[in-house]
């Protein structure tokens, strides 16, 4: 089992950047894909960015391509999402997602097996 904590979240003005941080407790933390997904009220949660558990393949929502990065660090167990040039539609809850399909980049949220608790990030216009 793995637990995540995500971090990171807060308030910014538009075009300003925030960096997402997600701990995950375990030691089988480099064997799972990791993802990135945001929730707004009423909406289903949507896929923003996956990385591979090696690290070597990574995908995006085309609304966040050249502008938000994906890595990890499988020696410190975390994972991390840079976005720069925020907009005031990437105001959400932010979530991190852990998933056993690991060599390949799962885009929907059904394919992730363990979830963090969120982290809101406003974007101000």
């Known amino acids: 089992q793995v637990q995540l904590v995500e971090s990171g979240g807060g308030l910014v003005q538009t075009g300003g950047s925030l960096r997402l941080s997600c701990a995950a407790s375990?030691?089988?933390?480099?064997?799972?894909?990791m993802g990135w997904f945001r929730q707004t009220p009423g909406q289903e949660r949507e896929f923003v960015a996956g990385i591979t558990r090696s690290g070597g393949i990574t995908s995006y929502a085309d609304s966040v391509k050249g502008r938000f990065t994906i890595s990890r660090d499988n020696a410190k167990n975390t994972v991390s999402l840079q976005m720069n040039s925020l907009k005031p539609e990437d105001t959400a809850v932010y979530y991190c997602a852990a998933s056993k399909m690991s060599v390949v980049v799962v885009t929907g949220a059904s394919g992730y097996d363990y979830w963090g608790q969120g982290t809101q990030v406003t974007v101000s216009s």
């Open positions: 375990g030691r089988t933390f480099s064997t799972y894909g």
